[in-house]
T-cell receptor, first 112, second 116 residues
Framework: EDQVTQSPEALRLQEGESSSLNCSYT??????LFWYRQDPGKGPEFLFT???AGEEKEKERLKATLTKKESFLHITAPKPEDSATYLC?????????????FGQGTILTVHP | DGGITQSPKYLFRKEGQNVTLSCEQN?????MYWYRQDPGQGLRLIYY???????QKGDIAEGYSVSREKKESFPLTVTSAQKNPTAFYLC???????????????FGPGTRLTVL
């Protein structure tokens, strides 16, 4: 059974204080690992897809990396507008449709 | 602009009533999905549809029903058989395949259902 565990559950940062969110996964052959951002009361917004170990992707202050067991979402010099819940999900090989297994999310709060 | 719309944004239901949540997409995606989100839990798949007139149960389909008569639309009915329907409901869509293999799902804004 595919499993995704995100840590920490909640993270409070001061503006400008860089940190990382972790996503550990167990999957029978990884097709892709996805990061989403979700603001309160809204739907998840797609950020990145990572396909294989060693891959990195960047968008503004966010950088996602992938190993064979986990992914990190690095946030450099965060701003209050980066406050949101960050969701990680995996897609396994062998699924005939885009089945995703989600983690519980990390709630990030950035204080000015 | 291409995207996914869900309506209504908020929905209140009395116990014993069926309610239908709307989901429309103009992304020309073949596949559509319904998820339920509860506090402290990951998104859980209710139903999915890969093509028109075909749909499959997800992990928590009991008490829900769907239809897929048009490519653009995938409504979800929450029936009175669903014992704990209060939750945030999310609709998503995706292309059938992608060049790199992984299929990205894109989400709508969600509908918050509250049972009174």
């Amino acid at each position: 059974e595919d499993q995704v565990t995100q840590s920490p559950e909640a993270l409070r940062l001061q503006e400008g204080e860089s940190s990382s969110l972790n996503c550990s996964y167990t999957v029978s052959g990884l097709r892709g690992l996805f990061w989403y951002r979700q603001d309160p009361g809204k739907g998840p917004e797609f950020l990145f897809t990572l396909y294989s170990a060693g891959e990195e992707k960047e968008k503004e202050r966010l950088k996602a990396t992938l190993t064979k067991k986990e992914s990190f979402l690095h946030i450099t010099a965060p701003k209050p507008e980066d406050s949101a819940t960050y969701l990680c999900a995996v897609q396994a090989k062998g699924t005939s449709y885009g089945k995703l297994t989600f983690g519980q999310g990390t709630i990030l709060t950035v204080h000015p | 602009d291409g995207g996914i719309t869900q309506s209504p944004k908020y929905l209140f239901r009395k116990e014993g009533q069926n309610v239908t949540l709307s989901c429309e997409q103009n992304l020309n995606h073949d596949a559509m999905y319904w998820y339920r989100q509860d506090p402290g839990q990951g998104l859980r798949l209710i139903y999915y549809s890969q093509i028109v007139n075909d749909f499959q149960k997800g992990d928590i389909a009991e008490g829900y029903s769907v239809s897929r008569e048009k490519k653009e639309s995938f409504p979800l009915t929450v029936t009175s058989a669903q014992k704990n329907p209060t939750a945030f409901y999310l609709c998503a869509s995706s292309p059938q395949v992608s060049r790199q293999g992984a299929i990205t799902q894109y989400f709508g804004p969600g509908t918050r259902l509250t049972v009174l």
